[in-house]
């Protein structure tokens, strides 16, 4: 097919469905309506350009997109797209990630914002990434961007952990959020760079929300990030294993090392791990946390209460050298936000120790960093997502032009 064919059939299915403006890149790649009855991993759409491809695109470029049919969109939304967009790997290569771009039924009486919501998903399989469960309707965390939606931001959701699903590799989490936004900017005609972009989310969205504000400065200065709202933060991925070692989030400990091990393949984490552990890690990475909610392999329940004294021939694996030199590169506070900054914890996360987020907030503290941080009493880590509410707010008043509170002695 010809690129004016393209182009055509691609104006067409936007007129079609009612859609917004497309810069032109976005209407040359523009393609099919994307179908809800093939998963990810089974889905063309996924499957990466090649190495050649990727390294002559730049950050955020927009590969390729399709639409999302109606039936996967609420209310409140007037169309969706998946975007699949260049970004960089944990060592800085260039990778292919896929991000859902929402438009809103009604603008925003302030203008385009852009809202970029970290989902915590979680995920060591294709299967439970936010655009596939978005496009099933499966989402189990979608409640807590709807309302973003509602007040007429542009949201966008990105599968944050890449094609591999690196559980909780930060360079490569980091660079997938801020070049998903580029992507859906790059994408859409009524958004640019000048556009205000707020950043939230918690757990692993936490994670990918923070680390996106660490990296912005130097990575994708160019972004207007007005401000970043996130909770229940794994500040530090070994003693998030340490803690929920032997308990019913043990899953979390596995699928770390999972996660990590993909964007660490140098470091053979099999060749650490005795005859069942081999399994397990096998075994973990077809699974994810939610799994049950969206029709996937469950981690949680299949690790619950198992000990990594099971699985790995030294009793001390977290402690090993190695292992403490990739935890480093992975512990948030390396880069102080320039942006200001929303911190949550419940003082009863069972999966977060709170020393190490008091310490993120110290640095960030110490940096200069505008900080807001608040200690939930007697909040645990589940009822702690109940409070995205809260970060989505800290947000529209960011938007609003608002001075940021801060916390920081």
Known sequence: MSKSTLRMAALAAAAALGALALSPAAMAQTAATADKNVKPSADAFYKSPSEAELAAAKPGAVLRSRALPASSLWSDVKEGWQIMYRSSGQKGQPVAMVTTFLVPKTVSATGKKLVSYQSFYDSLTLNCSPSGELLKGNLFDKTFFKSALTKGYYTVVSDYEGLE???IAAINTGHGVLDGIRAVENFSADLDEKTPVGLFGFSGGGFASIWGAELAAQYAPELNIVGVAAGGLPANPINVAKKVDGTFFAGAYIGAVVGLSRAYPEVRVEDYAN????????DAGTRCLGGTV?????LLTAYAFKSGKNYYKDPNFLDLPEMQAINAENTMGRFPPKMPVYIWQGTTDELMPMADTEKVVSTYCAAGTTVQ?????????????????????YLIDRFAGKAAPNTCK
Not at 275 to 282: E, F, I, M, P, R
Not at 373 to 387: E, N
């Open 373 to 393: 941080f608040k200690k939930l009493t007697g909040i645990d880590h589940v009822a702690g997502a109940t409070y995205l509410n809260t970060g989505l707010n």
């Open 275 to 282: 005859d069942a552990g081999v399994k397990a890690l096998a």
């Open 165 to 167: 699903s690196q559980w």
């Open 294 to 298: 969206s029709g996937n392999p469950e």
